[in-house]
């Protein structure tokens, strides 16, 4: 019995040092792993997406795509357009970009509202267009203000339509040289607020004029700009979902 417990003991003891070699081994070729050529280091792993804050990456990720890669030639409002950059103030856009614009084309961002942006890549985006586009100051000096209180008349708006507006887009509206301004589905996915900020600051990109250059060779007043914008909606589709932010 005794021979027997001294061999178990011994066997146990082999099998203890063949284990701890085993895991030196082991331990050895893993740190030797880490150190391959080709392998990947912390900072070549990619990005978690809330941990972007270069401004082009968020920019051709989230906005590209509907306001151009260059901020203009897009499809929605041109944010390379000083005179635009100039009436709205980081707040309005914070608001846009987060919450999105409810029955229009613009969705939210904003994480709080179902979106994939931080408040801090939202910032980073505006501070951007701001840095990229804003030009001189002074672009829109003595501009109509980027929202008014004061409701619009549609009947004082067909007429500073008629002086200002169909020369290009037609005595109805459906099109001259330039687009339909009153076609359902467009105003559909519009809001007033848009289209306020186009009559004001234009879409230089596209030849649209700005509140100063109107065809008429008067500039354009906040309540003149007011009334078209009546007008305008009064052409729209009844939707319960469009909202004039």
Request: proline share 8%.
């Amino acid at each position: 019995m005794a021979r027997n417990s001294r061999t178990s003991t011994k066997l146990n003891a082999r099998r203890l040092k063949s284990l701890f070699a085993i895991g030196s081994i082991a331990a050895i070729l893993l740190a030797g792993c880490d150190s391959l050529s080709g392998r990947p280091t912390q900072a070549d792993l990619p990005l978690r997406p809330t941990d972007i804050t270069d401004f082009t990456t968020l920019y051709g990720e989230n906005c590209a795509g509907c306001h151009g890669a260059g901020g203009k030639f897009g499809a929605a409002i041109t944010m390379n357009n000083p005179i635009y950059l100039a009436i709205v103030d980081d707040a309005s856009i914070h608001r846009v970009v987060a919450g999105g614009v409810p029955g229009t084309a613009m969705p939210p961002f904003a994480q709080s509202a179902g979106g994939s942006l931080t408040d801090r890549q939202i910032d980073i985006l505006i501070a951007g267009i701001r840095k990229n586009w804003a030009g001189a100051p002074g672009a829109a000096e003595g501009a109509p203000s980027y929202s008014s209180s004061k409701p619009g008349d549609s009947n004082r708006g067909a007429m500073v339509y008629a002086s200002n507006c169909q020369s290009c887009h037609g005595p109805d509206g459906k099109g001259g040289p330039a687009g339909s301004v009153v076609d359902p589905s467009y105003l559909s996915l519009v809001s007033d607020q848009y289209l306020r900020s186009i009559v004001i600051a234009g879409r230089p990109d596209l030849g649209h004029p700005n509140w100063k250059n109107a065809p008429a060779r008067q500039p354009l007043t906040s309540q003149q700009v007011s009334d078209v914008v009546a007008w305008l909606a009064s052409k729209r589709p009844a939707s319960p979902l469009v909202q004039s932010n």
